[in-house]
């Protein structure tokens, strides 16, 4: 069973409509969660962290649920901009620094005029 | 200026032949990492160094070696290639490693083995 999996899509997705897309990740060490950004040809950037609360910055609202070990990120009102993939990214922390990150395979959007 | 930078940008070489790839960050960060992305676009961890110290080494093959003069470079040197090396390699750094941290990554090196 892989550690992060998604959707790979493609989600083809018109301007203004929302999408969300959901990952789950397998390993219950996990302890920190986020939402990287990708797009074509380019290094991942951070979109966001998902904290167990809940968290939203903007059009975007990711969540956790550590009980069904769920991640999921919600995207409203999305512009042409938004195509790129999204990376779900969990890290298990060791405490001993240094730990990598591990990624999903990512979902591509593409948003479409 | 550039917070992750990654020489060279492309790489195109011969199976056999041994090449290094130098990242630098200048954003004061204590760790740094290297991560692999192959062909179907799957991002995997190999290496990170904290303080010059390596603290993980994933199962990767002994032919490649990380290497760190110093807390803001973190160079990749590959021995003897082979064709399913050929990826794209990013090089990453953080603050302290810790588990919220963001990581910033560097532009990536196009690696392509002959």
């Known amino acids: 069973r892989k550690e992060v999996e998604q959707d790979p899509g493609p989600f083809n997705v018109p301007e203004g409509a929302t999408v969300a897309f959901n990952c789950t990740y397998s390993n219950s060490a996990s302890q920190s969660f986020f939402w990287y950004r990708q797009d074509c040809r380019k290094e991942p950037k951070l979109l966001m962290s998902?904290?167990?609360s809940g968290n939203e910055d903007g059009r975007f609202t990711a969540q956790l649920n550590r009980a069904s070990q769920y991640i999921s990120l919600l995207i409203r009102d999305s512009k042409l901009s938004d195509s790129a993939t999204y990376l779900c990214?969990?890290?298990?922390?060791?405490?001993?620094?240094?730990?990598?990150?591990?990624f999903g395979k990512g979902t591509h959007l593409i948003i479409q005029p | 200026d550039t917070a992750v930078s990654q020489t060279p940008k492309y790489l195109v070489t011969q199976m056999g032949n041994d090449k290094s790839i130098k990242c630098e960050q200048n954003?004061?960060?204590?760790?740094m990492y290297w991560y692999k992305q192959d062909s179907k676009k799957f991002l995997k961890i190999m290496f990170s160094y904290n303080n010059k110290e390596l603290i993980i080494n994933e199962t990767v093959p002994n032919r490649f070696s990380p290497k760190s003069p110093d807390k803001a470079h973190l160079n990749l040197h590959i021995n003897s290639l082979e064709l399913g090396d050929s990826a794209v390699y990013f090089c990453a750094s953080s603050q302290g490693g810790r588990e919220w941290e963001t990581q910033y990554f560097g532009p990536g090196t196009r690696l392509l083995v002959l």
């Open positions: 990214v969990v890290n298990i922390y060791s405490g001993g620094g240094a730990d990598g990150l591990t």
């Open positions: 998902v904290y167990s």
């Open positions: 954003l004061g960060h204590d760790t």
